[in-house]
């Protein structure tokens, strides 16, 4: 309610009163409010009438639908999981109804399954799960009780899982992880590593860019990173290479590849070990060169005389005596 003061002679001003919704303000304010209160009433009977013949409506919709089961699921994945290898994982009885819901939360407890989604097919008869797969980068080989191992995919996000029908020579291809803590998810049927992201980034950018040469690539160790310690100088990605394992007497050769957690561009550091052939041609003669031939060496990148200096040359360092050929 507003009050407005006309611009007359000060001693004759009048004062109007406005009452846009007719609340008060005059004799009639009692009947207004009753008029008022009865259409908020009939307002809120209209609204329940039309919710329950909603609600009767979705009620007989679910009633008339088909009762979904086992043989009414229609699997379609992007990897290797078969439909037959979910129907046993899913353990389905052929005559109960099944629950959509609790179908999804199973599906998303194996670490193989990334996503899930699943919709009605057109006829509502039958019900469409599709799935995408996580893909192994790494593998890793996990102590179980018992004095057990078993060996687990490692996707790039981070999650161990028990690999399905992957090929043995696919797996056989993939390097390992190593030095890695594993941290058991809620319900218990995968695991995750942190601090993946910095392996991943320089995992793939060599399988993708350099695949020859990711090709010698056996191992990559995580324990500079399973602390956290990204920030601390020092702190960094060692690969090691399946060509160091050759016999003593071939000579001194390259066992690890050094990067450093805190380089800005992993690419950049690939390129200087495998794209410039002048630096590959002087790491090979300094190893040629090499005073402890029998010696296994790392070599890393890093600014030997001026730290203020961007540019980055090669560094070899001796890590650990070979084994010596037994003699004849």
């Not at 019900?127 to 893909?135: G, H, L, P, T």
């Not at 009780?145 to 028990?162: F, L």
Request: include cysteine; hydrophobic fraction near 40%.
């Amino acid at each position: 309610m507003a009050i407005i003061q006309t611009p007359e002679r000060r001693s004759e001003r009048k004062v109007i009163v406005l009452d846009p919704l007719g609340l008060g303000g005059s004799r009639k304010s009692p009947r207004r409010w009753r008029r008022f209160l009865v259409g908020l009433l009939l307002v809120l009977l209209a609204l329940g009438l039309i919710g329950g013949l909603g609600y009767m409506a979705w009620l007989e919709m679910m009633e008339n639908q088909p009762v979904i089961t086992r043989d009414t699921l229609r699997f379609e994945t992007d990897e290797q999981l078969s439909s037959e290898w979910l129907m046993a994982y899913l353990k389905l009885s052929q005559s109960e109804p099944v629950n959509l819901v609790e179908l999804e939360e199973k599906l998303l407890r194996h670490g193989q399954i990334a996503a899930v989604s699943i919709k009605r097919l057109p006829g509502d008869r039958e019900v469409s799960v599709k799935i995408r797969e996580r893909k192994p980068l790494l593998r890793l080989r996990e102590n179980l009780p018992g004095g057990y191992s078993a060996d687990r995919m490692v996707s790039a996000d981070g999650v161990v899982y028990s690999g399905v029908n992957y090929p043995q020579a696919f797996v056989a291809k993939l390097p390992w992880l190593v030095e890695a803590v594993l941290k058991p998810s809620p319900g218990g049927e995968f695991s995750t590593i942190a601090g993946m992201g910095l392996v991943s980034e320089l995992v793939v950018l060599a399988r993708d860019h350099f695949p020859e040469l990711y090709k010698d690539w056996a191992g990559i160790s995580m324990r500079d990173l399973r602390d956290g310690n990204l920030g601390v100088a020092g702190v960094c990605i060692r690969v090691r290479l399946r060509s160091s394992v050759r016999p003593p007497q071939q000579g001194a050769c390259i066992r690890d590849l050094i990067f450093s957690a805190n380089a800005t561009d992993f690419r950049q550091e690939l390129f200087n070990i495998y794209g410039q052939e002048s630096v590959r041609t002087a790491v090979n003669e300094n190893l040629r060169k090499a005073t402890l031939p029998l010696y296994d060496w790392d070599l890393a990148f890093k600014n030997r005389l001026d730290p203020r200096n961007p540019k980055r040359e090669p560094r070899l360092t001796p890590v650990a005596a070979r084994q010596r050929p037994p003699p004849r």
